[in-house]
């Protein structure tokens, strides 16, 4: 059941007006009845594999809290063993014996291990991080074992946020639980109005764009330098607004409801660094890396060569849980390589802008990062969309030694790109993107719901009814289903 469908609207509608009737006792019960058949309408065996999860979870917390020393420990790192497991078996069996394979081949031997034609459970990564956290807050003691099983089993499920996060913390989100919401106008007409926006960003922006991504990226032997660079732009924009846009209406959702959920993105693409795009990209899995992964390692408290090694084994780490494929493990390394490369050349960089004048600049400086920042980024998205690694290099190659030729000859008239789409879906894509990146600009100052509440009433309803508008007569035609639900 995708948020941009029908179905789903009826489900919201329902679920949300009976979680107002009922009285607060019974609430918890709605919702995890509700989120079990949200999740079942995926593929419905695989609730089989939630509820596992849920049962040794569940009561490893209550052991680990009652345990000291080794005891304490061994049940952390059975509970670990139990969420990574069912992880690496639905996710990362094939991809690992695949290479197996490979490799045994390379030396004359064949690999006794079977494919497994197994569907990969929706939203796995996200909800046994969101497991994983909990028993690694009880173990630090930083949050006490939930007694009640439903509540727990409400924690990991709850539907909003179930298959594409945001990876909440038991502390933000298990006691939220127990307190009693009632309708507050003000309250359900911001979630409404954050779905909106989360469904146009998803809609209008990123199902459009998915057309001429595909159609290169599937295509990639068909096409040359300038497409490739055009396509890419587009995805780096189509990524965003799918993803983000599915975290705000998630966010919207539990916000009706009564629900303070994280914040997961924050204009990342105005970013000055790789390290300021990751404080703003996919934050509650940025900080799950950070607080579970980087900082145990050492984080920046140890030698700057271990701290290089503590940055690139967690972006590592973090393209590998994005899936099984070379083409992710090369995103994270890439990135990891920029955040290495940043610190090595932070003196470097501070002299050049000091003896060049540019620091007298600021705007100019702040621009130049920004736009150095995005193109970093989107290079690397090169390998997360493409296929396989022989062929990001292709469209990286082609970038490099075809662009100008190709920007000649189209700017000559003598060459067209063929991208999927019509002059007037591209007009509508652009202007969609000046508009989010309009609203991202004015955010910086202001809210735009808190604007919105400034207006006289019939601006209001005019602000409204245009973007209605805009929803209902420049959605595209291509629905897609999100981009990280595949994770």
């Known amino acids: 059941m995708l948020f941009n469908s029908i179905p789903f609207a009826i489900f919201f509608t329902v679920v949300t007006a009976l979680y107002f009737a009922l009285p607060h006792k019974f609430r918890w019960m709605l919702l995890l009845v509700s989120s079990c058949y949200f999740y079942m309408m995926f593929v419905p065996v695989y609730i089989l594999i939630l509820g596992f999860t849920i049962v040794v979870d569940y009561f490893a917390g209550i052991v680990i809290e009652g345990s000291q020393g080794r005891k304490r420990k061994l049940l952390l790192v059975v509970s670990l063993i139990a969420n990574i497991g069912v992880l690496a078996v ?59 099983f439903g509540i ?18 038991p502390q933000n989100l298990l006691h939220q639980f127990y307190e009693k919401h009632r309708f507050d106008y003000v309250r359900v007409t911001d979630g409404l109005k954050l779905m909106a926006w989360g469904l146009f ?55 009706v409801m009564g629900f303070s959920l994280m914040k997961n993105f924050n204009s990342p693409y105005h970013a000055r660094s790789i390290g300021e795009f990751w404080s703003r990209w996919h934050i509650s899995l940025s900080t799950w890396f950070r607080d579970y992964l ?41 990135h990891g390589f920029y955040m290495i490369f940043s610190l090595a050349t932070k003196g470097i960089r501070n002299t050049f802008a000091r003896l060049s004048g540019l620091n007298q600049y600021p705007w100019l400086k702040r621009a130049l990062q920004v736009l150095s920042t995005f193109t970093l980024v989107t290079v690397a998205w090169i390998f997360f969309r493409a296929k396989s690694i022989t062929i990001a290099f292709y469209i990286i190659k082609s970038i490099a030694t075809q662009t100008i030729t190709d920007a000649r000859n189209v700017f000559n008239h003598s060459a067209h790109l063929n991208l999927g789409l019509v002059r007037q879906e591209v007009w509508i894509a652009v202007l969609s993107v000046m508009l989010l990146e309009g609203v991202h600009v004015l955010q910086k100052k202001r809210s735009i719901t808190g604007l919105i509440k400034t207006m006289p009433l019939y601006q209001r309803w005019i602000v409204y009814y245009a973007f209605l508008f805009i929803l209902v007569f420049f959605h595209s035609p291509t629905s897609k289903q999100f981009i990280y639900f595949q994770f």
Not at 306 to 332: D, E, K
Request: net charge positive.
């Open 90 to 148: 639905f996710k990362y069996y094939n991809f690992i014996n695949e290479n197996i394979s490979i490799l045994l081949k390379s030396i004359g031997f064949t690999d006794p291990f079977p494919y497994l034609a197994i569907l990969l459970p929706i939203g796995l990564s996200f909800h046994t991080f969101q497991a994983m956290s909990y028993t690694i807050e009880v173990y630090r003691g930083r949050q006490r074992a939930e007694r009640h």
């Open 152 to 169: 727990y089993a409400l924690y990991v499920m709850f539907y909003p946020q179930l298959v594409a996060g945001p990876i909440e913390r």
């Open 201 to 255: 960003k998803k809609v209008v922006i990123a199902d459009r764009l998915s057309v001429l991504v595909d159609n290169v990226y599937n295509n990639p032997h068909q096409h040359r330098g300038l497409s490739f660079i055009i396509a890419t732009v587009c995805f780096a924009f189509q990524i965003f607004c799918d993803f983000s846009g599915y975290s705000d209406i998630a966010v919207g959702i539990a916000r």
């Open 294 to 334: 980087y900082i145990p390692l050492g984080g920046n408290r140890v030698p700057i060569p271990r701290w290089c090694l503590n940055m690139f084994i967690v972006f590592l780490i973090s393209g590998l849980w994005h899936g099984p494929s070379w083409t992710f493990v090369a995103w994270g390394a890439l």
